[in-house]
């Protein structure tokens, strides 16, 4: 009984053993390496430090900018501040008027007679030497735009009694 385990153990291990043998003898003789040391890298390295490519300018991007987009259409320069004087009766409606920096005043003759709207002094229109207007025949009209503020007297030049000021705050 015991000597058939033994060899129902050691058949199979001679087996296994002869196998390994057979696989090392083959194995070796056909994996051997050989001379494939010949793998010697080229120094091309050195070549890319002769020719230093000089980097191309970027110029590509700058033009970029004119692609900007047309900014929101704000009408600050189309709206004009105006006011307006009629002349009437031999008189300056109103004969006051206030307004701010930039406003521009149009005079409007509505009488039958001509009129011409000039600054203070007269004759002189010292005051304000721009602020004069060629004769106004009845219908026509006169428009100046006042800069700087102060107040500004002004007068008809053909009829010296009619006087009008005009008042410019900021
Ligand atoms: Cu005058």
């Not at 390994?20 to 003789?29: K, N, Q, R, S, Y």
């Amino acid at each position: 009984m015991a000597e058939r385990i033994a060899l129902k153990m050691v058949l199979p291990g001679m087996l296994v053993l002869v196998l390994l043998l057979a696989a090392g003898c083959t194995g070796t003789g056909s994996g051997e390496p050989g001379t494939v040391t010949t793998t010697a890298t080229p120094p091309v390295t050195t070549i890319v430090g002769e020719s230093p490519t000089p980097e191309p300018p970027v110029t590509g991007t700058t033009p970029v900018e004119s692609m900007t987009p047309e900014p929101p259409v704000t009408e600050t320069t189309a709206v004009e501040s105006v006011a307006e004087v009629l002349i009437r009766n031999f008189a300056f409606e109103p004969a006051s008027l206030t307004i701010s920096a930039g406003t521009t005043v149009i005079w409007t003759n509505e009488d039958s007679a001509p009129h011409q709207v000039a600054s203070d002094p007269h004759p002189a229109h010292t005051d304000l030497p721009e602020l004069v207007s060629d004769t106004l025949s009845s219908g026509d009209s006169y428009r100046f735009t006042f800069v700087k503020t102060g107040t500004y007297g002004y007068h008809c030049h053909l009829h010296p009694t009619m006087k009008g000021t005009i008042v410019v705050e900021e």
